[in-house]
Structure formats: C-alpha cells, structure tokens
C-alpha cells in the first residue's frame, strides 16, 4: 500500500509523529509512505529510513495536488487535520483517515477548565489514525535520526564539558513557554555543574547573558549550530531541562533524563515526554493550583494576567534538586 502522511507544523509535532510512519513501515506487507509537510522541517525527516520520499508544502497548493495526484496513493493519512489538509484530500479524492485534535475538550479546559480531556497521549491518538490498517503500537518510543556528518562529537565543545553536561533549553516558540532569564539564572548558579544552552538564533542574546555568569562553565551552544548539530548535543548531554518545545521530544527520541518545566500548557494536553515501553526517567514541574491555567492550548508572547505566575512562581531549588538527582 502506498500511503501519503500529512503533519505541517512544528518540530516537537513532527517528531511525535515519527512512531506512525515507523509502525506503518514495519507493520503493512510492501508499505510505501510519502510525507508532506513544510520545506523548513525537511531536515527532521531527510535521514529518517521509514520514508521514502518527502514532499513540501507550496505556495502553489494546485501545482503541488498536481505533482500528488501523479503517486496514485491507496490512502492520506492527515496528522494536521486543517483546512489546507482537508483541501489536499478532498482534491486527490482518496480515503483518508484524519486525526482528532480534540479542539472543543482543549478550549473547554483553557476557557472553563473543564477537563474533559482523554488520558491519552498524542502519540496514542496518532497511532489511532492508522489502527484500521492493523498498526499497533510497537512500544519503541519516537525515532530521531541524525543525517551523516551532522553529528557533533563532544571534543568539539571546550574541554571542560568532555566529562558531561546539563543541556538547558532557553528558548520556546511562545513567550509563555520559555523559562523566564531571571530563573535560568538561578538555575545556571544554583546547579555547579556544566551547562550547555540550546536554542536558535533568537535566543543567542538570552544565552550570552547566561554564559557571562560563568564563561568556564556555561557555553552558549544558542544560534551557533544546526538544529541537527544541537540535537546532537542532546543526545550527548547527561541530562535536559527544558520547557514544553520542540527539543524536548528530541531528547525523549533519544531517551535523555528529562526536567520539564511547565509554563502557560499543561501535561494534560497529551504532549508530554514520550517514550513508548522505556522507562524514560523524567519529571514535569509545575506550579500547582493556579486558576489561570492553562491560558491557551499553545502560548502567548505575554502573560494574559500580566503576572505570569506559571514561570515565575516555578521552585528553582526544586528544579535544581531534580536535575541533579538525574546527574
């Protein structure tokens, strides 16, 4: 059978669904699987070996149904669920099997916190999509492969982080997920131990000031390398700490000792740490009984209270204690 899968957005997204193509791949007799999805996410996918051939999203979506039509697939596997995906499918007019992004449950919890939401993770909701084809889920957690040649070795970095290090995630797509810099500080003074900072470009300024506390023992890794180079780095790191973002799902691809630290979103929204039947060693921090979240099903580039209480009232000591637990 010759399968299109569809996911468009984001990097934490598109890792989640990397057990759907894997299971398919293994699981259906002579699978062939396409993916589509946005050029700048190409480089999460090229290596993957469950893939056969990528397709992008274009600004021209007729040109690109044209170049789909000419594959002849037995069947579209939306993972996006939205109205471009809705008009691929209805334009190639084969079956299809779209995923439930459960949008009236998340804006119940976020507007009236009724929390009606499944105790299911995504991934399970994923693989659900595909359950019709006699996919079950083989346990093995998210799959993240690294290109050739892309891979940074760890006598690259100073010679003070060869021994082991803390990755910390500075950056997030939303405000009201990010760590705020005041508590990274902390965070970064507090732990004594070496601390590699992840993120892109946008976060470089972020990481400078992180990095001026202790040049010996904080590098700013922010906006320096690819993100393959910096999943790179996750791998190789001891342990992460992160917030709800894209490296988080990397570093549980790779089966990293996980802090997560919950700002604006909630664990409840079936996007925590995954790792399938491993025992994945990680702990969510959160700020308990605030009434205010979760404020939105993504994030925010402010607080919608003005006081952002889910970041700043975060226990630094706790989260200290954690890490070096996992150390």
């Given at each position: 059978m010759k399968f299109l899968v569809i996911r468009f957005s984001s990097i934490g997204d598109i890792v989640l669904t990397t057990p759907v193509i894997r299971c398919l791949k293994k699981q259906v007799p002579g699978c062939v699987i396409h993916y589509l999805t946005k050029k700048s996410f190409s480089s999460l996918l090229e290596s993957n070996p469950y893939i056969d051939r990528l397709y992008f999203l274009e600004d021209d979506l007729s040109s690109l149904v044209e170049k789909l039509h000419g594959e002849n697939y037995d069947a579209?596997?939306?993972?996006?669920?939205?109205?471009?995906?809705?008009?691929?499918?209805?334009?190639?007019?084969?079956?299809?099997?779209?995923?439930?992004?459960?949008?009236?449950?998340?804006?119940?919890?976020?507007?009236?916190?009724?929390?009606?939401?499944?105790?299911?993770?995504i991934v399970d909701r994923y693989?659900?999509?595909?359950?019709?084809?006699?996919?079950?889920?083989?346990?093995?957690?998210?799959?993240?492969?690294?290109?050739?040649?892309?891979?940074?070795?760890?006598?690259?970095?100073?010679?003070?982080?060869?021994?082991?290090?803390?990755?910390?995630?500075?950056?997030?797509?939303?405000?009201?997920?990010?760590?705020?810099?005041?508590?990274?500080?902390?965070?970064?003074?507090?732990?004594d131990l070496p601390v590699v900072l992840l993120g892109g470009q946008e976060d470089r300024e972020t990481g400078d000031v992180l990095a001026g506390l202790n040049p010996e023992r904080i590098f700013n890794a922010c906006g320096v390398f690819t993100l393959n180079e910096s999943a790179s780095l996750v791998k190789q790191a001891r342990v992460i700490?992160?917030?709800?973002?894209?490296?988080?799902?990397?570093?549980?691809?790779?089966?990293?000792?996980?802090?997560?630290?919950?700002?604006?979103?909630?664990?409840?929204?079936?996007?925590?740490?995954?790792?399938?039947?491993?025992?994945?060693?990680?702990?969510?921090m959160?700020?308990?009984?605030?009434?205010?979240?979760?404020?939105?099903?993504?994030?925010?580039?402010?607080?919608?209270k003005?006081?952002?209480?889910?970041?700043?009232?975060?226990?630094?000591?706790?989260?200290?204690?954690?890490?070096k637990s996992f150390w």
């Open positions: 579209v596997i939306d993972l996006h669920n939205n109205m471009r995906t809705l008009r691929v499918k209805r334009a190639l007019k084969k079956k299809s099997f779209s995923f439930e992004k459960l949008n009236v449950q998340k804006w119940l919890m976020t507007n009236l916190k009724w929390d009606i939401l499944p105790n299911i993770h693989l659900d999509t595909v359950s019709s084809f006699g996919v079950v889920n083989d346990g093995a957690g998210l799959d993240y492969f690294i290109p050739a040649g892309q891979e940074l070795k760890i006598a690259q970095l100073p010679r003070s982080f060869h021994d082991g290090y803390v990755g910390v995630v500075t950056g997030a797509a939303h405000a009201t997920k990010r760590i705020p810099l005041e508590q990274l500080k902390r965070i970064c003074i507090s732990l700490l992160t917030p709800d973002t894209g490296l988080m799902h990397i570093a549980a691809a790779f089966q990293k000792p996980l802090v997560a630290v919950w700002g604006n979103t909630i664990p409840q929204f079936g996007m925590y740490p995954y790792s399938g039947h491993f025992l994945l060693p990680y702990v969510n959160e700020v308990p009984d605030l009434a205010c979240r979760p404020c939105s099903k993504i994030g925010y580039d402010t607080c919608p003005k006081h952002f209480r889910c970041m700043l009232d975060q226990d630094v000591s706790e989260i200290c204690s954690a890490i």
